[in-house]
């Protein structure tokens, strides 16, 4: 579902217009993808509750040492399979954030753009990391488009290829600082540290967002991983105030779903 919705936006945001019937097919595929999040919510709730029982049972009970290494077990899998769904309920949070029933020819942020036609072959195995960043310099410089430039970007973020996308997004801020998509820019370079494991870079990029886009759409999730950042660092106390503070100031939001399962993991009062 996800693949088709995907290639159904951009088969119409890069023909450039919309009929009645592709209208529709974008706020039914909406309506689902919003379906399938809520779906994944559920699993958390229901995967974070038996989390729970367990520790609950692990704590009262003084059941042989063998039966309580296996409860143990069980516990790990079952946080892993929080954490599982966390992930893909980010990945849904991102793809709807570009595009709604309301507006369904929005920028395409869900997902990254089709390559261009006539791509060079792949470099040599031994040049292919310097080859990829100095191609996304090229792309950045080469570029007066603000929107070319940002899809390029986040088409370098998609694959993995982190140098490029962040010198792609780094000169779409350059050029472009006050347009609507700069905040967006800030986030896509501290998820390029954050999913690199760079997290105290990752918050740096957050904390500018923050304090250069007060009312940007991408504060809520720049807040959530400013604070998962913090705890993948053992920052624990920090993490969980920053998390608080989100749930706090945006109740409503996606993202302060995410952080109140996560608090409740970790044992804490959203």
């Known amino acids: 579902m996800l693949a088709a919705c995907a290639a159904l936006l951009f088969s119409v945001l890069f023909a450039g217009c919309l009929t009645p019937d592709q209208i529709a097919a974008l706020q039914k595929d909406v309506t689902d993808m919003r379906g399938q999040m809520e779906q994944m919510r559920k699993e958390n709730k229901d995967t974070a509750a038996s989390v729970k029982a367990l520790e609950a049972s692990m704590k009262e009970g003084n059941g042989a040492a063998e039966q309580n290494a296996e409860n143990r077990r069980q516990l790990e899998a079952i ?16 793809r709807l954030s570009g595009f709604s029933p309301s507006n369904p020819g929005g920028s395409p942020r869900a997902s990254a753009p089709p390559p261009s036609a006539g791509a060079a072959a792949p470099p040599a195995p031994g040049a292919a990391a310097a080859a990829g960043v100095a191609a996304g310099a090229a792309g950045a410089a080469g570029s007066a488009d603000p929107d070319e430039l940002f899809n390029g ?21 350059k050029r472009f600082p006050t347009t609507e998509r700069a905040d967006d820019a800030l986030y896509w370079i501290g998820l390029c540290h954050y999913d690199q494991g760079e997290y105290a870079e990752a918050i740096a990029q957050f904390d500018r967002l923050i304090q250069e886009y007060p009312g940007g759409d991408k504060l809520p999730g720049a807040h959530l991983k400013k604070g998962l950042s913090l705890l993948e660092m053992n ?24 952080a109140k399962d996560r608090l409740q993991e970790l044992g804490v009062k959203p």
Not at 79 to 94: A, F, G, I, K, P
């Open 79 to 94: 946080r892993d399979d929080v954490r599982t769904v966390n992930s893909r309920l980010e990945e849904l949070q991102h």
């Open 153 to 173: 970007a986040y088409a370098d973020y998609s694959k993995g290829n982190y140098a490029p996308a962040i010198l792609g997004f780094t000169e779409f801020l």
């Open 235 to 258: 920052r624990t106390a920090q993490g969980v105030v920053q998390l608080q503070y989100l749930v706090e100031h945006y109740p409503k939001s996606d993202e302060a779903r995410i």
